[in-house]
């Protein structure tokens, strides 16, 4: 049962442009979202989270949106840079361990 | 920031054998370790919860005594994944977290990742 779902499993985006990576859960008593970044063959990034009393947080390019009714998250990055390259996962925090989503591979291209 | 570090990077072994892996904080104090597992193109999928002096706490599903977890001091935590076999082949990723467990915010820190490959 995948509590936490990212349904695209990769998304193209040409530089400049914005690059917005969703994600769904299903249990209402998360509190708390988060998302890594992470390159091949390394752990794990974070990136940028929000909780559950707000509906948007910034940080530079990334901003995190949250629509707790539709239980679903987003993550923008605009605008979009070759480097922003890698797997995005979204994470719950469920009290004392993280649930991760199947991540979206991003790809910027020139 | 926050810095962990995971020993070996990868390791290839023989059918049969057991292989440990360190998960080390560098610059902080973690109460509590964490010790996941990625299959390609698949989830971080988490296998068990460690806290220092105390017994693991392992996920529905994984056998705690083929993967044996020891959290011995506030800076260290090793996974032995005992008598591999080639279905073990994967990506292990271990976090640490500074803070107790309850805090709201969740903040763990993560380690580079070990790859393991069982011949």
């Known amino acids: 049962d995948q509590q936490v779902k990212q349904n695209s499993p990769s998304l193209s985006v040409q530089e400049g442009r914005i690059s917005i990576l969703n994600c769904d859960y299903t249990n209402s008593m998360f509190d708390y979202f988060l998302w890594y970044k992470k390159y091949p063959a390394e752990g794990p990034t974070f990136l940028i989270s929000i909780s559950s009393i707000k509906d948007k947080n910034e940080d530079g390019r990334f901003t995190v949106f949250l629509n707790k009714s539709a239980k679903h998250l987003s993550l923008h990055i605009v605008p979009s840079q070759p480097g922003d390259s890698a797997v995005y996962f979204c994470?719950?925090?469920?009290?004392?361990?993280?649930?991760f989503g199947t991540g979206t591979r991003l790809q910027v291209f020139p | 920031g926050a810095v962990v570090s995971q020993h070996p990077s990868r390791v290839i072994c023989k059918s049969g054998t057991s292989v440990k892996i360190e998960c080390r904080s560098l610059d902080f104090q973690a109460t509590t370790m964490f010790w996941y597992r990625q299959f390609p193109k698949k989830s971080l999928m988490l296998m068990a919860t460690?806290?220092?002096?105390?017994?693991?706490?392992?996920e529905q599903g994984v056998e705690k005594d083929k993967f044996l977890i020891n959290h011995a001091s506030l800076t260290l935590s090793t996974l032995t994944v005992t008598s591999a076999h080639p279905e073990d082949s994967s990506f292990y990723i271990c976090s640490a977290r500074a803070t107790p467990g309850g805090s709201q915010y969740n903040e763990q820190f993560f380690g580079p990742g070990t790859r393991l490959t069982v011949l």
């Open positions: 994470a719950a925090d469920n009290t004392d361990k993280l649930i």
């Open positions: 460690s806290n220092e002096g105390s017994k693991a706490t392992y």
